[in-house]
């Protein structure tokens, strides 16, 4: 009944005409030979493994859910060990990572639309390769030569998972108050001992072992994040030849209940002198895990990109199947008892929603992508400096606008069910509960507004969101004299000065007032993502008008969803900026016992 | 952990302050003694069921679910029964019905506070005496007097529940496409035959009889809506004095796996030859059924705002107890590890945005009820045409605008719990999933949206909504003197003269082209019901303003609710309207192909 196409065309049209990918990476030494072939190679058998493997367990994994067996022992759902083992088989653990390790040593450009399909398939099974793979950037960026040359291959190969554990009963987004404590032994490793919550994959049985990276303090460290370190406390210590010793102290204490992604193993665990080895500078370990983090943030918002494509495409098939009442304008389909639903214009709204997001969201996150490859990868420091500006910019909209959106497309997928999407049998409820995670975690998306209005835009008096805004000017010049452009570029102009005002004026007033930034922050976060995402259908808008009489129907459907975007999502910004400009006072001024 | 605490006080501002119900029915003979002494009681003991009784077995409920035994039989969870009993033995049930069957004969203006409590308590047990009241509205308005003497005294006491049967598996919002089928049989009662989904109530152990208002089609019946006639079928066919006679031929086949209310059996009835009688005239079902439709729209709003007030309540309390990072101005609990994250901005706009949509919606649908009341029992037909005028014009929104709101302000309680929110431990989470339905049963919130603005605005050329204009207009003249009132005022009469303006278009542009109502309709009633919204926080902000210093801090809490809402809430309208003004063209032109 339900169904996931791999949306390939469009993932194509992304990589090759909108962002020529190939050009790209040609300058990239380790990069420039990944010719368009290998991409659409990866990008067809990717999506293959994706809807023919993950795709059938989505569900079956949602009501099943873990299973904890007592005793730190947690078994997932039914053949999501069989998927793993097809996961490892095809060589797809390997895809982005270093050939130095056993890895393809693809781009992360290429790797991030396997991530996108991985979550149209599965998100709760994608998290296990998610999660390790955030270990394998950890450790490959932090390790000992000792520790890259043990842990790396086999979190390359899929023959041992990772997890981060940060988070305590007590402290999620305050990680400077957590407790666990690592205590130095003789043999330079420390035995670790605490309590950790909402450990993702924390245990399973996909993989012989699995390798936690805990943050932890060591004795006499100062309070506060400054004293936290990171350590690599595996489940099964592995001998130096890789073979598992003995089971270390570190155990699954219970899963969690949760309103979705069952199947994938949210883990309270105990460590009880667990032995581990200290990665990076001692009380640097904050530091070593946002690493991770980043990546991590925008593999969440592909988890809300995978599931906003797969909720679309059932919603819209329900849309065309569905009939119901006659269009307002007469019956368009005479010959049967009703018109399918797709008639009515707010069905279409409510699909076109979906459609403008996953495009928009998919040219954006895949350029991200390509920010982060440049940002390793290029010769040229200035042009490794302006990417890793875009991506430090940007990946908080990553991570907050494409959740934010991803919770809405799947009610908005769900809403075309009508009753039907409320009813377990039809799946959409399923993505409305999975998404619903994505606004949570990695930092929440309050966390991660704080972080883009405080941290990057006014931690640099601006420096980087100029260094985007000249791509949008650069876009405006070259676009603003075709009249056919001008319903796009106007508006983006509009906003781009809009923004520009918005930022000196939230600036100014976070100077006397640094609960001004908090009080503008979630509003300012979505104004800039509609800024992004104005870019890129002004740019997509370009190349469909330039290719409409191509024959190929994908042009003519880019100018309308284009259209839509700008018609129906982008005004969503004059209320935003309207309240980003209200102020802290309606906030701040009520004492706390009138609330 | 978690807690319900009736908001008595709110309460007692909305019905005595601010609409002054005592005044109000002194003029409704029926209604002309109640009370504040009888109002106050009312909402004490009330709330006193549904904190004691319902809530505490609203997590459980959730968990265990009904279950469904075979052959038709249905147990509710554990503990529902007898709150069941607690619930008749109260008399809770005949609170609004008329004392002539049994009833106590409050005005609905009182029961609706009692509504919002049932809902706070436990939606998923609400819904049992819900569908049951709207069996007692139809058969009230609809039934023989042999109808009503045997079936409404056994609704009133609650000894027998009711249910409405519309919905089939190929027809849910078009009921012209229903099958159903009733014979006519020689002793002039029926035979019907057909199978119904997604009843609500529709089978369970609460009471000894169920009785189904049936919609079902008569032989040679014309086809679609004109086509449809309402059966009573009761699950035992009674015997004239009452008893229980024949089990008749109406059984739960199934009951729905559901995202939320999971104690409310959800229930596909197969209907095989089992005994009916008309209500009404034939062919005249739909519009007997639209009877307790507008209640049972109103009824959802409550749901709704039921989960407003028990989220935010809760997540008032975590924001208050948990402590995460400093505030941004500088620590304002210091002798703690961290402060409560109340202090944080952001969490204070959540926390404000669930408040202000309660405390607003709570007097809006009041007032509504009140309206409901006047529409029935005013000596002056001109009283009570106005009256009709407002509750049709707005109960599409207090159903689609409280619900919508309603699952925004889930999310938001949610959020504030961050991690916690996600798991079901602490309840949160089931809130989100319960406030999902009610914006799809008894009429999704596009179907409001196409009633407000197709038929209740556009089908009398604004007539209904000029009246509403006029009460909008007049508190604009009589407090726009007020320099203090001016933050309120002034945004209030902007949006009165922009909703003009947009009716006027749309109508216009809908002449040529029905479509473009279609396109704009849910922005649409979003926009009225901010206006409607604003006009309540405007009125509730005079009063707080005038008595702010009496020492009770409702009045200084009210007015900080109320500039927050015009600061943060309000301004959405900006969006809204250029959204609903950029024509159907965006969501029409695109072919089905190209979706």
Chains 1, 2 share one sequence.
């Not at 890259?148 to 400077?176: F, I, N």
């Not at 200290?278 to 370990?285: D, F, R």
């Not at 928009?360 to 490794?384: C, E, K, M, N, V």
């Not at 993502?529 to 997509?540: E, K, N, Q, S």
Request: hydrophobic share 40%; proline share 5%.
């Amino acid at each position: 009944m339900a169904r996931y196409t791999p949306p390939l065309r469009d993932m194509q049209f992304v990589l090759h005409e909108l962002l020529e990918v190939e050009t790209a990476l040609e300058a990239l030494p380790p990069h420039a030979d990944t010719g368009r072939d290998v991409i659409d190679q990866v990008l067809a058998e990717g999506g293959r493994f994706c809807a023919e493997v993950l795709f059938p367990l989505n569900r079956s994994g949602d009501e099943e859910g873990c299973h904890y067996a007592g005793d730190g022992v947690v078994t997932t759902p039914k053949g999501f060990k069989e998927a793993w083992e097809q996961f490892k088989a095809g060589g797809w653990p390997t895809l982005t990572c270093d050939a130095e390790h056993g890895g393809q040593g693809l781009p992360m450009a290429v790797g991030i639309a396997f991530q996108e399909m991985m979550n149209s398939g599965n998100q709760a099974w994608a998290m296990y390769p998610g999660l390790t793979h955030g270990a394998y950037d950890c450790l490959h960026a932090h390790g000992t030569p000792e520790q890259k040359a043990l842990y790396l291959p086999r979190l390359v190969s899929g023959e041992w998972t990772g997890t981060m554990c940060l988070t305590e009963p007590h402290c999620g987004t305050d990680l400077g108050l957590l407790r666990s404590k690592a205590e130095p032994q003789a043999d330079g490793s420390y035995r670790i001992t605490g309590s950790k919550i909402f450990i993702s994959s924390g245990e399973h049985d996909l993989a012989e072992n699995i390798v936690h990276l805990v943050l932890a303090r060591l004795p006499d460290a100062p309070a506060g994040t400054r004293g936290i370190s990171l350590f690599i406390v595996p489940k099964f210590v592995p001998n130096p030849d890789g073979t598992l010793g003995a089971r270390n102290g570190v155990k699954c204490a219970r899963i969690e209940e949760k309103m979705g992604i069952h199947a994938n193993a949210t883990c309270a665990m105990d460590l009880d002198g667990a032995v581990g080895w200290l990665v990076g500078e001692p009380n640097k370990g904050l530091q070593a895990m946002f690493v991770m983090m980043n990546a991590a943030r925008i593999g969440v918002g592909m988890q809300s990109l995978g599931l906003t494509e797969v909720a679309y495409q059932n919603s819209l098939d329900y849309a065309k199947e569905r009939l119901q009442m006659r269009s307002l304008t007469g019956p368009k389909a005479p010959d049967k008892p009703a018109d399918p639903i797709i008639v009515h214009p707010d069905v279409r709204r409510m699909l076109l929603t979906q459609k403008a997001y996953a495009e928009g969201s998919r040219a954006f996150a895949y350029w991200t992508a390509l920010q982060a490859d440049i940002a390793q990868h290029h010769p040229d420091a200035d042009a490794r400096k302006d990417a890793e500006d875009m991506l430090a910019l940007l990946t908080p909209v990553v991570k907050a606008f494409l959740t934010d959106n991803g919770f809405l497309a799947a009610n908005l997928a769900m809403q075309v069910y009508g009753g039907h999407g409320y009813i377990r049998e039809w799946g959409m409820e399923q993505y409305v509960r999975d998404a619903r995670i994505n606004m949570i975690y990695e930092g929440t998306n309050t966390i991660q507004s704080l972080d883009l209005l405080g941290r990057k835009v006014l931690g640099d008096n601006g420096a980087k969101l100029r260094k985007f805004g000249k791509l949008v000017a650069a876009l405006i010049e070259t676009e603003g004299t075709r009249e056919d452009m001008a319903e796009f570029v106007n508006p983006l102009a509009d906003l781009a000065g809009k923004v520009e005002k918005l930022t000196m004026e939230i600036g100014m007033k976070a100077l006397g007032n640094a609960d001004e930034a908090g009080a503008a922050a979630v509003d300012y976060l979505r104004v800039i993502g509609h800024l992004v995402l104005g870019y890129f259908w002004t740019r997509m808008a370009r190349l469909a008008l330039d290719r409409v009489d191509s024959g190929d129907p994908l042009y003519r459907s880019k100018l309308a969803t284009a259209r839509f975007y700008f018609a129906r999502l982008f005004p969503e910004t004059a209320s935003l900026i309207r309240s980003a400009r209200s102020g802290a006072a309606s906030l701040m001024d009520i004492e706390v016992d009138l609330f």
